[in-house]
Structure formats: C-alpha cells, structure tokens
C-alpha cells in the first residue's frame, strides 16, 4: 500500500511538472483504492505519510534536489505500472 501511495503521491507532483509518463496518477489512486478493498489498509493514511516523506526530503535536501528525485522515481513508478498492468 505504501509503494503504492507513493508512487500516486510523487506522479501527481511530477504531472504538475510536465513530466512525460505512460501512467497518471489516476491510475496508482485506482491501485491504491483497489488495495484499500482487498486488504481494508488506509489509503488516505499511506497518502499523508507519502507526502510528509517527500515533505522532509525537501526539507533537508532542498526543494530542487527533492523534486529531481521525485522526477526521477515517477520514471521507476511507471515502468513498476507497467508491470503491473501486464
């Protein structure tokens, strides 16, 4: 449920920083919701941690750096979709 989270969470931010994916976030929320079904996890919940991660890192890292990083696993979010959808 994390990962999955996450990877909703961070392929928001980088949509709204016009990176290129195969995958939206819409399709990591349907994932998300799935598993909340499935397992009865919060989603909600792993979308707030997800966020205070990210949150942090920007902190300590500053805002650039994390947003490259953030780019940069939206791209490991996608190909993971990718495998998923398969």
């Known amino acids: ?20 994916l195969n995958y939206g976030s819409a399709d990591w929320m349907n994932v998300v919701r799935q598993l909340e079904r499935v397992t009865g996890l919060d989603g909600e919940q792993s979308l707030k941690l ?13 805002a650039d750096e994390a947003l490259s990083h953030m780019k940069s696993r939206s791209k490991e979010c996608d190909r993971e979709m990718a495998v998923i959808q398969s």
């Open 1 to 20: 449920m994390d990962i999955a989270a996450s990877c909703a969470y961070i392929v928001g931010i980088a949509e709204g920083n016009n990176v290129k």
């Open 50 to 62: 997800a966020k205070a991660k990210y949150n942090k890192r920007a902190r300590v890292m500053g």
